[in-house]
């Protein structure tokens, strides 16, 4: 009862949050998006696997679709057929009989049910991503309090040993022989892509809001969001967190005592990372033969094999798609691998996997949109880069287009640069117009603390 209850509420506030803003939608439902996997493994019911589901769909239905003015319209054009060409295909392989019923609508779900976020991101305008970034922040800090926590009361405290955290106990692979932090995610894996997704608006909201406590809780949220990549022990995360900062670093104006702030940060977490063996598991990147091995098996393993026997794919749900542990024993033929690419190839067939490679050729090519000069330009450069290595590492892993709630920042953030950015000022009270210094013959946006 407590699960279905959980999936009323997170219906009700999603609705209604959207219907006050897109940001606050979000907001709302990345909190029970955030809160998803400690949620579902301490309430082992069927119930409990559709809580953000619930809030997902609640979210879809708060917009006013029909209201949309014609200029955003238009500037979301393409992102819309996109949209629609994504969910098509699949929806017309569920009335194929690969799959029972019940798998291929969970597989549809697996790979229909976050598209419609790209449209959604296409609307975000400079109030929705100040609220964005302050729930964002608030919502990290929330996290690593939770995996701090875990740290030292360990995660069987909070994640009791089931089917649903099966997942959680075979990753006992920390130094020590500790398990990787989840904090209140699924995974370890889905607390470090979370954390490293939020880092561009956090950056965002330290330079673009004009209230002093928005830009103090983006100062304190980063390092502490740093530090929960580290507790998460997930080494690409760590490498797409360094290179974030490495850019912010030497690419935003900041003042003397700002930029001197940021680097004595940053160095906090350095220091923390050299000096506590449990977050030093990036170390194995350093293992050339091991890395190499893991890449060769991701990308050739299975994919040319699944591309020969199943040209048309397995099914939805058939392979790739996580499928609930009560529904699992219905699977005809699973199929398993490490590589997102291959997942679409086993459930949608060589068609599926070309329109996504079509869609993904166009979203690289809108770097113009993405770079181009507008207030959030940093945010922007850094979701698009990270988006793009999210899409050329997806060969590396399952996950990316399906984890909650990493996927929603994703889809978003395709959705939010795939356009250019609404122009004119905000009329967010928590917005500020770019302050402007110069820098030699160059005029750009210098952050304030």
């Known amino acids: ?8 509420l997170a219906f009700i506030s999603c609705y209604m949050a959207g219907r006050r803003s897109l940001g606050q939608g979000l907001v709302a439902l990345l909190t029970f998006g955030y809160f998803y996997g400690i949620l579902r493994a301490n309430l082992i019911t069927t119930y409990s696997h ?20 014609p200029e955003e319209k238009k500037r979301s054009e393409k992102v819309l057929i996109w949209t629609a060409v994504l969910m098509l295909w699949p929806t017309l392989l569920l009335a194929l ?43 990290d800090l929330v996290a690593v309090a939770f995996a701090v926590a875990e740290y030292f009361l360990g995660v069987p405290r909070f994640f009791p040993y089931s089917q649903v955290t099966l997942i959680m106990y075979s ?25 490293v997704g939020t880092i561009p608006y956090l950056i ?39 290179a974030m900062i490495l850019f912010v670093t030497f690419t935003t104006p900041m ?13 906090m977490v350095g220091i923390s990372a050299l000096s506590n063996e449990r977050f030093q598991r990036f170390k194995s990147l350093g293992d050339t033969d091991s890395v190499t091995d893991r890449i060769a098996g991701s990308v050739n393993r299975d994919f ?19 499928i609930p542990y009560f529904l699992q024993g219905q699977v005809r033929n699973p199929i398993g691998m490490e590589n997102e690419y291959a997942a679409i190839l086993c459930e949608q067939g060589v068609i599926g996997l070309m ?10 090519s809108n770097v113009g949109k993405a770079f181009a000069k507008s207030p959030w330009s940093m945010t922007r450069r850094l979701v698009w880069c990270l988006a793009v290595i999210s899409m050329i590492t997806a060969w590396l892993g399952t996950g990316s287009l399906t984890a909650i709630p990493g996927t929603v920042l994703l889809m978003i953030a395709m959705g939010w640069t795939g356009v250019r950015e609404p122009s004119g000022p905000s009329t967010s009270p928590g917005y500020r117009q770019p302050l402007v210094r110069s820098y030699g013959r160059a005029r750009v946006p210098a952050p304030v603390v």
């Open 1 to 8: 009862m407590i699960a279905l209850a959980l999936c009323i």
């Open 50 to 69: 559709f809580i953000f589901d619930a809030g997902m769909i609640g979210l879809f239905l708060s917009p006013r679709w029909r209201d949309v003015p």
């Open 97 to 139: 009989p690969f799959q029972p019923v019940m798998i291929s609508l969970v597989g549809l779900r697996g790979n229909i049910f976050f598209i419609p976020l790209l449209l959604l991101g296409s609307r975000l305008t400079g109030k929705d991503l100040i609220e964005l970034s302050v729930g964002l922040a608030l919502l």
């Open 171 to 195: 990753s006992a692979d920390v130094a020590g022989g500790f398990l990787r932090i989840p904090a209140t995610f699924t995974s370890a894996h889905a607390f470090g892509g979370t954390m």
């Open 204 to 242: 965002g909201l330290w330079i673009r809001s004009e209230k002093r406590f928005h830009r103090w809780l983006a100062l304190i949220t980063l390092p502490l969001t740093l530090l929960g990549v580290l507790m998460s022990a997930t080494r690409t995360f760590f490498v797409f967190a360094v």
């Open 255 to 267: 003042r003397g005592k700002q930029r001197a702030l940021f680097l004595a940060i940053v160095a």
């Open 304 to 322: 040319w094999e699944i591309l020969a026997e199943y040209p048309m794919g397995n099914g939805l749900g058939g392979g790739g798609t996580s």
């Open 355 to 364: 329109i996504w490679l079509c869609f993904i050729g166009w979203f690289f």
